[in-house]
């Protein structure tokens, strides 16, 4: 149980497009989504906290028009880059919490993670 | 502000021997503090958790305990096997008042490579 998949896996696309992540969890409703990015050898930074039916909760210095967050349900949140640039590249993650699990709310369950490059 | 330190790796040791990975903590209160586990090509899983001082989690061998007097959680295994070769992330989170969820801190990640 606690599933969540990411969609897509890998996506390569040019400079000044956009590109949308989703991000669903499976068998539970979430209650609360996170989207992370993650640099080589480097740790995962909290991007924004989204919660189903309201607006996203960035972190400093993320840009909200750069990275639009979009929780429509308790089952699915997307992450789209807007005017991607190279710089833009990452590996993006997104977890989920399910406060009616055992675990508590304070475990976030973990998508596989989406590689994005820009050309 | 609230932050996580672990040793960096790679840390490279043979099949069968003990594993320890140092995780120290800065944090005003009382944090819930995790592993993480990545292993090649997959997301993070839940490895194990603790919430409060004195608590040891443990799962799948490995154990770390909450120390609250050395603000550490040092994830340990006796015996570690070619297929716990993966990064280790150790992190923490706090509660609000509200109950709700909070942000998770992490550190940055600590390569474990085990030969056979």
């Known amino acids: 149980g606690a599933v969540v998949s990411q969609h897509p896996s890998r996506v390569i696309c040019k400079s000044g497009t956009s590109v949308k992540i989703e991000c669903r969890s499976l068998?539970?409703?979430?209650?609360?989504m996170f989207w992370y990015r993650q640099f080589p050898k480097q740790s995962l930074m909290l991007m924004a906290t989204?919660?189903?039916?309201?607006?996203?909760?960035?972190e400093q210095g993320v840009e909200k028009d750069k990275f639009l967050i979009n929780h429509a349900s308790l089952t699915l949140s997307t992450l789209t880059v807007t005017s991607a640039h190279p710089e833009d590249s990452s590996f993006y993650i997104c977890?989920?919490?399910?406060?009616?699990?055992?675990?508590?709310?304070?475990?976030?369950?973990f998508g596989p993670g989406t590689r994005l490059t820009v050309l | 502000g609230d932050s996580v330190t672990q040793m960096e790796g790679p840390v490279t040791l043979s099949e069968e021997a003990f594993l320890t990975i140092n995780c120290t903590y800065t944090?005003?209160?009382?944090?819930?503090l995790f592993w993480y586990v990545q292993y090649p090509g997959e997301g993070l899983q839940l490895l194990l958790k603790?919430?409060?001082?004195?608590d040891k989690g443990s799962n799948k061998g490995f154990e770390a305990t909450y120390r609250k007097e050395t603000t550490s959680f040092h994830l340990e295994k006796g015996s570690v096997q070619v297929s716990d070769s993966a990064v280790y992330f150790c992190?923490?989170?706090?509660?609000?008042?509200?109950?709700?969820?909070?942000?998770?801190?992490f550190g940055t990640g600590t390569l474990l490579a085990v030969q056979p």
């Open positions: 977890s989920a919490t399910d406060r009616d699990r055992p675990a508590g709310a304070d475990t976030q369950y």
């Open positions: 068998d539970f409703q979430a209650t609360t």
């Open positions: 989204s919660n189903e039916g309201s607006k996203a909760t960035y």
């Open positions: 944090a005003t209160g009382y944090p819930s």
């Open positions: 603790a919430t409060k001082a004195d």
């Open positions: 992190a923490l989170s706090r509660m609000n008042y509200g109950g709700a969820t909070n942000k998770l801190i």
